[in-house]
């Protein structure tokens, strides 16, 4: 199909004009215009659009296959073959509002689902030959697609024996390790219990899938569509966008309860602290929720609801009342009214604490930061920069030697606030290149003179630290203000915005809204030094072992990641703190990482991790297999084993921050929590090793 760019455009006016005649339209004219609007926001603001031809339509087609069943567990080559038929038609039917193919798709996949589940329940009702010696294969680039149905029900009987194999091994093994006086169930006995669990399982989890909406599916494969774009362009229907919004900002508008789904149930996993629900102390994890009534009105049953619309009934405006029928533990049901509120999502703020260095009298702060965050819709809402600001105080009041800025883990977020967070470190001058479609770099500086932080700076990172967390990482490395230190970062160079899909349609087409939101990849972020931080990252000035050292990580696994550039360096300079021996600061690293058991034990790790990632065949004999999962087990608890005992000394909360933390139990509870673990932290532990020979660059150890 060739691309035919001005059809497109006609063919959108087409679909605007044909819904001026339908003011009630239905599910196809909308998802026609979804389609077309977004297709057309993708052409005119991506950073690198894509030509929608055939080539376009191949790379779908396979994309969503492979989204769709790559475990080759529910399509036969008939199905494929049928499919095939649509490979190099996506362009056009894409262009045209037309979803035959994905229609196709959901039926097949439907029918592949109803196929299966007499699959499994035939061949559960059976005990298995564990004695047998054969192997299963779950790579599904490895597997074609079966040839017809009985070799579907043949992989499936391998599936399902792997299945029961690994919860039969759990049972014996719990056994085992049972007490002498201990109920003892024959082998028999306990192969029947692991088949009617594994049953239970998959019936659980076909519910699930039959109860996605035609929109959650379509979703799917809209995302298919942006995904050859690059991996970080994605489609967005409405409450995806709004539980976006939330994890951003940290902020919602609701009760404050965790929910998920068990079966046909919906149950509370999970309380926030300081929400509605917890200041009225009724509702509490492990609830079942049965009805949910607005006001005074019916309350709706819930039961076999999909999650995102119990969601939907839960959520509500400040000051609104919900009243939840809820079904407690000890089997009592009760009627909980609560008055939604703000709820503020506290654990994804940043925090600090302060830490004993190497040496008596050494007082580091430790700023732990999870993400960019930002709260853009409400002025008085929190943000990621001025909350640093605030721990950088904080600390500075209790003369700490040192600050240490955690952003592993860190996703990223806002540009604005990554801009300014670093500016804290350094003078005014540049912190970003943004570079748009066909456009010369803009600088984007830091603008205050000021500094609020001139002491010994160590940034630590890994490889999930990525986009907003590579900016600041790289500038400060670039300025030669901080020593970073962890693993290679994630490698996401570039920067999304959500475009609203309902500004595309005119008020005269509002029947269609709402679409959705795209979040659109619009332009790539560069280094002050000219370098992309796309596929590369960010390298740290020392590097430590990691469990996923010799595995692809990060940007270099996505399938259509945008290419790596560079661009022409700015002039750049900062006289706060400059590392002069970073040379020997990382040698004497190195050798204490060199010689350190716990590192020697993480680098054997990692080459296990990667002996067991490039393995996908696994056996279904139970000797061979319980060997096999002895020894995953034993290496795995080894590793855990070396983050157990607290070698970090001297972890303790600001005083400014008790009376808050102590407050309440279950934030005590958590607190003691991430205490525990800041104090078993080896990485954390050379990361002060570091800061030690930093402050001793300067002479600035408090005695």
């Given at each position: 199909?060739?691309?035919?760019?001005?059809?497109?455009?006609?063919?959108?006016?087409?679909?605007?004009?044909?819904?001026?005649?339908?003011?009630?339209?239905?599910?196809?004219?909308?998802?026609?215009?979804?389609?077309?609007?977004?297709?057309?926001?993708l052409a005119d603001m991506h950073y690198q659009p894509q030509p929608i031809d055939d080539n376009f339509s191949k790379k779908v087609?396979?994309?969503?296959?492979?989204?769709?069943?790559?475990?080759?567990?529910?399509?036969?080559?008939?199905?494929?073959?049928?499919?095939?038929?649509?490979?190099?038609?996506?362009?056009?039917?894409?262009?045209?509002?037309?979803?035959?193919?994905?229609?196709?798709?959901?039926?097949?996949?439907?029918?592949?689902?109803?196929?299966?589940?007499?699959?499994?329940?035939?061949?559960?009702?059976?005990?298995?030959?564990?004695?047998?010696?054969?192997?299963?294969?779950?790579?599904?680039?490895?597997?074609?697609?079966?040839?017809?149905?009985?070799?579907?029900?043949?992989?499936?009987?391998?599936?399902?024996?792997?299945?029961?194999?690994?919860?039969?091994?759990?049972?014996?093994?719990?056994?085992?390790?049972?007490?002498?006086?201990?109920?003892?169930?024959?082998?028999?006995?306990?192969?029947?219990?692991?088949?009617?669990?594994?049953?239970?399982?998959?019936?659980?989890?076909?519910?699930?899938?039959?109860?996605?909406?035609?929109?959650?599916?379509?979703?799917?494969?809209?995302?298919?569509?942006?995904?050859?774009?690059?991996?970080?362009?994605?489609?967005?229907?409405?409450?995806?966008?709004?539980?976006?919004?939330?994890?951003?900002?940290?902020?919602?508008?609701?009760?404050?309860?965790?929910?998920?789904?068990?079966?046909?149930?919906?149950?509370?996993?999970?309380?926030?602290?300081?929400?509605?629900?917890?200041?009225?102390?009724?509702?509490?994890?492990?609830?079942?929720?049965?009805?949910?009534?607005?006001?005074?009105?019916?309350?709706?049953?819930?039961?076999?609801?999909?999650?995102?619309?119990?969601?939907?009934?839960?959520?509500?405006?400040?000051?609104?009342?919900?009243?939840?029928?809820?079904?407690?533990?000890?089997?009592?049901?009760?009627?909980?009214?609560?008055?939604?509120?703000?709820?503020?999502?506290?654990?994804?703020?940043?925090?600090?604490?302060?830490?004993?260095?190497?040496?008596?009298?050494?007082?580091?702060?430790?700023?732990?930061?999870?993400?960019?965050?930002?709260?853009?819709?409400?002025?008085?809402?929190?943000?990621?920069?001025?909350?640093?600001?605030?721990?950088?105080?904080?600390?500075?009041?209790?003369?700490?030697?040192?600050?240490i800025l955690d952003l592993r883990n860190n996703g990223g977020g806002s540009l604005r606030d990554v801009v300014r967070m670093t500016?804290?470190?350094?003078?005014?001058?540049?912190?970003?290149?943004?570079?748009?479609?066909?456009?010369?770099?803009?600088?984007?500086?830091?603008?205050?003179?000021?500094?609020?932080?001139?002491?010994?700076?160590?940034?630590?990172?890994?490889?999930?630290?990525?986009?907003?967390?590579?900016?600041?990482?790289?500038?400060?490395?670039?300025?030669?203000?901080?020593?970073?230190?962890?693993?290679?970062?994630?490698?996401?160079?570039?920067?999304?915005?959500?475009?609203?899909?309902?500004?595309?349609?005119?008020?005269?087409?509002?029947?269609?809204?709402?679409?959705?939101?795209?979040?659109?990849?619009?332009?790539?972020?560069?280094?002050?030094?000219?370098?992309?931080?796309?596929?590369?990252?960010?390298?740290?000035?020392?590097?430590?072992?990691?469990?996923?050292?010799?595995?692809?990580?990060?940007?270099?696994?996505?399938?259509?990641?945008?290419?790596?550039?560079?661009?022409?360096?700015?002039?750049?300079?900062?006289?706060?703190?400059?590392?002069?021996?970073?040379?020997?600061?990382?040698?004497?690293?190195?050798?204490?990482?060199?010689?350190?058991?716990?590192?020697?034990?993480?680098?054997?790790?990692?080459?296990?991790?990667?002996?067991?990632?490039?393995?996908?065949?696994?056996?279904?004999?139970?000797?061979?297999?319980?060997?096999?999962?002895?020894?995953?087990?034993?290496?795995?608890?080894?590793?855990?084993?070396?983050?157990?005992?607290?070698?970090?000394?001297?972890?303790?909360?600001?005083?400014?921050?008790?009376?808050?933390?102590?407050?309440?139990?279950?934030?005590?509870?958590?607190?003691?929590?991430?205490?525990?673990?800041?104090?078993?932290?080896?990485?954390?532990?050379?990361?002060?090793?570091?800061?030690?020979?930093?402050?001793?660059?300067?002479?600035?150890?408090?005695?």
């Open positions: 199909m060739r691309f035919r760019g001005s059809i497109f455009l006609s063919l959108v006016a087409v679909g605007f004009l044909a819904a001026a005649y339908f003011p009630r339209p239905d599910s196809a004219q909308k998802e026609a215009v979804l389609i077309q609007v977004m297709l057309k926001r087609f396979n994309y969503y296959l492979d989204q769709l069943d790559g475990g080759r567990r529910y399509f036969t080559q008939a199905d494929i073959d049928k499919l095939k038929a649509y490979e190099l038609q996506l362009d056009d039917q894409a262009q045209a509002g037309n979803y035959d193919f994905f229609n196709l798709s959901s039926d097949l996949f439907l029918a592949g689902l109803d196929k299966t589940q007499g699959f499994y329940r035939e061949i559960l009702a059976q005990p298995f030959d564990f004695e047998a010696k054969e192997t299963i294969e779950f790579d599904g680039d490895k597997l074609p697609f079966a040839a017809n149905d009985a070799e579907l029900k043949q992989y499936w009987h391998k599936y399902l024996k792997y299945e029961v194999l690994d919860a039969y091994v759990d049972k014996l093994d719990d056994q085992e390790k049972a007490g002498a006086d201990a109920e003892r169930k024959s082998p028999e006995a306990l192969e029947k219990e692991a088949r009617e669990e594994i049953l239970k399982l998959f019936e659980d989890r076909d519910t699930r899938l039959r109860k996605l909406k035609r929109e959650d599916r379509l979703g799917l494969y809209l995302n298919c569509i942006t995904a050859v774009f690059d991996p970080h362009t994605n489609y967005f229907k409405p409450i995806d966008k709004q539980n976006f919004d939330i994890r951003f900002s940290g902020r919602l508008e609701g009760i404050g309860a965790l929910l998920q789904t068990d079966g046909e149930l919906t149950k509370v996993s999970s309380i926030v602290v300081g929400g509605p629900a917890w200041k009225g102390k009724d509702l509490e994890a492990d609830d079942v929720i049965l009805k949910v009534g607005q006001g005074n009105d019916e309350p709706v049953d819930i039961k076999g609801m999909y999650i995102d619309d119990v969601v939907q009934q839960v959520r509500g405006a400040k000051g609104t009342e919900v009243r939840l029928t809820v079904k407690k533990k000890d089997g009592s049901v009760k009627v909980i009214s609560i008055i939604r509120d703000i709820v503020i999502l506290e654990e994804q703020f940043a925090k600090s604490l302060i830490i004993d260095g190497k040496e008596p009298g050494e007082k580091v702060g430790y700023i732990y930061l999870p993400s960019f965050y930002a709260d853009f819709e409400n002025e008085n809402g929190r943000n990621c920069a001025e909350d640093v600001a605030v721990e950088i105080e904080k600390l500075k009041s209790e003369n700490v030697n040192g600050i500016g804290f470190f350094i003078e005014k001058g540049p912190v970003v290149q943004v570079k748009s479609r066909n456009q010369s770099p803009d600088v984007m500086p830091d603008n205050d003179p000021g500094v609020q932080y001139d002491g010994p700076l160590v940034v630590m990172v890994n490889s999930n630290s990525a986009s907003a967390s590579e900016i600041i990482a790289a500038a400060l490395q670039d300025y030669n203000r901080a020593v970073i230190v962890g693993t290679p970062t994630f490698g996401k160079g570039t920067v999304q915005r959500f475009i609203d899909l309902d500004r595309s349609v005119s008020m005269s087409h509002s029947e269609v809204k709402p679409l959705g939101n795209v979040k659109l990849t619009m332009q790539k972020f560069y280094r002050i030094n000219g370098g992309s931080t796309q596929l590369k990252g960010v390298t740290p000035d020392i590097v430590m072992p990691d469990a996923y050292a010799f595995i692809e990580t990060g940007e270099r696994e996505e399938k259509y990641p945008l290419e790596w550039t560079e661009i022409g360096a700015v002039s750049y300079n900062q006289n706060v703190m400059k590392i002069a021996k970073l040379d020997k600061i990382k040698a004497n690293s190195q050798k204490r990482i060199g010689a350190d058991p716990v590192f020697q034990q993480i680098t054997s790790y990692a080459q296990r991790v990667k002996t067991q990632y490039d393995q996908t065949a696994y056996p279904l004999q139970l000797e061979a297999f319980r060997g096999y999962r002895k020894a995953r087990n034993e290496e795995s608890q080894a590793f855990k084993d070396l983050f157990k005992n607290p070698i970090n000394t001297g972890v303790r909360n600001l005083p400014v921050d008790l009376s808050g933390i102590e407050a309440d139990e279950s934030k005590k509870a958590r607190n003691e929590d991430w205490l525990g673990s800041i104090s078993k932290d080896a990485y954390l532990r050379e990361t002060l090793n570091i800061m030690h020979d930093l402050i001793n660059q300067k002479g600035l150890t408090k005695k």
